[in-house]
Each structure stands twice: as C-alpha cells, then as structure tokens.
C-alpha cells in the first residue's frame, strides 16, 4: 500500500521540501560507488552514520544529524522522497519555510534519540530520513486529517488506486511500525522505533500551531482539509483512435 498523492497541491512553491529531497539525492549519488564494495560502505557508515554504541561512548553527536541524509539502497531513499513529496508541501505551505526546517530537523534527532535510547549499546548503524518524514507525517495528520490522499494497493497481481483520508492512511501506517517494533527481534533492518519517535515528535511540535489556528474550530473551517481548494485530477482522453471489433 503506498500514497501516490494527496488532492491538495502546495499553493506556493515548497523550496524547503525540494532543497531536501536535493540533499538526499545528492548525498545517495555521492555514496552510490561505495554500495558495491562493503568495506567502503562500513568506513563510510562508521563515521557518519548514528551508531548508539559510538553515543554512548561519548563521540559522534554529529551522526544524529549527518545520519538523516543518508540512505543504504535505492529503494529506501526512493520510498522516504516519496512521502515527503507527498506530505511535505502542504506542511511547509502552513508553517513556512524557516519553521518547517526547523521542525523536520527536531523530528528527525527525535527520531535518532528514540532508537538510541532503546539499545544505547547497539552497533547496528542506522541511516535515513524517515525518522524526520515520519514526523512530517504526524504534523500533516493533526492539521490535516481528512485530506484526500490516493493510496496504491497491490495485492500479487492485483492493482487498484484508492482515494481515502490522511487519518486512515497514516493512522495504518502508524499501527504497522507498532506492531512491526512488537515483532522485531532488534537484529537489524528497519529502525521502526525511530519511525514511532518521530511521528509523535511531529504531532507534538505541530500541536502549538495546530492550537494557534483555532484547534478543533480550525478543522471546522476546513473541515480538516488544508486551507485551500482541492485539485482536481481526471484522465485525459487518449488520442489513439478505437477500432471496433467485427464479428464473423
């Protein structure tokens, strides 16, 4: 199940959100030689990436924040770009471009700090924006629950684009990283308590703002939508021309 979109394109263009996914981008390219030789992967892991026992030893403070733009593989940074394209621009539209950095970046240590509190002694290097974009994802749910967001479903060869709202969305999102951190043995793969810490940091900060706009008035003037019209999106009709078929 993954979002596709959401109805609600960003009114002014979301220079934050775009720098970004640019930096990801550009840090992902500049590691891209190293995924084909393990020794330079780990040397470069070593050193930048958040491993909780180098924390807890005093040293690497930094690798709370380099760690947040590095990626081990395609498919993980294609997935993170994804939904911070998604549910980025419209969070930054709200908060504007200076407090919406800052607030990724409070998500995103969050987020390291929930994973490094749960295993201070562990040498599984963790890597990734997701941690921040989870919470991008819990500031979108608290100001916008009922935003209309397209979720592609593939069930093995089934395929089938469904409209449904942020809240059911994010909200099975949520419940899957619980549930996952439930069942995890904490060997290694995906830090799903990150993905927890930082969706609940990004309803917390969000939580002043979401006050100063009226709280539950403001869903009411919105009707939990973001403040302006929805787009609308329709197939265009092909220009190949139809052959009818002829009987026998």
């Known amino acids: 199940m993954f979002p596709i979109r959401d109805h609600n394109p960003s009114r002014r263009p979301a220079m934050v959100t775009y720098v970004l996914i640019a930096v990801n981008i550009a840090v992902f390219l500049a590691m891209l030689p190293s995924y084909g030789d393990e020794r ?5 892991y070593s050193e930048w990436a958040l491993l909780p026992a180098r924390i807890s030893h005093g ?3 930094y690798t709370f924040f380099t760690s947040m733009f590095m990626h081990g593989g395609l498919l993980h940074i294609a997935g993170n770009m994804l939904f911070l394209w998604i549910f980025g621009d419209n969070l930054e539209d709200e908060m504007g471009h200076l407090r919406y950095l800052g607030f990724y970046m409070i998500c995103g240590l969050a987020a390291g ?12 290097p963790m890597v990734g924006a997701s941690g921040a974009i989870a919470g991008v994802m819990g500031g979108y749910l608290l100001l916008f629950p009922k935003a209309r967001v397209d979720v592609l479903f593939i069930f093995i060869i089934f395929f089938k684009v469904f409209p449904m709202p942020a809240w059911i969305m994010l909200g099975i999102w949520f419940g899957l ?4 951190e ?6 290694g793969g ?10 609940v940091a990004g309803v917390i900060v969000t939580y002043p703002l979401w006050k100063s706009l009226g709280g539950t ?12 019209r929805q787009a609308s999106y329709r197939f265009t009709q092909s220009s ?9």
Do not use: E, K, N
């Open 190 to 199: 995906v830090a799903h308590l990150a993905h927890i810490g930082g969706f």
């Open 177 to 180: 990283q619980i549930f996952a």
């Open 113 to 124: 700090m929930a994973q490094y509190l749960a295993d201070p002694g562990s040498r599984v």
């Open 240 to 248: 190949i021309p139809t052959v009818a078929r002829r009987r026998r």
């Open 59 to 61: 040293d690497g403070y």
């Open 217 to 228: 008035a403001f869903w009411s003037r919105t009707r939990g939508h973001p403040t302006h």
């Open 182 to 187: 439930m069942g995890s043995t904490g060997a």
């Open 40 to 44: 330079a992967l780990l040397s470069i």
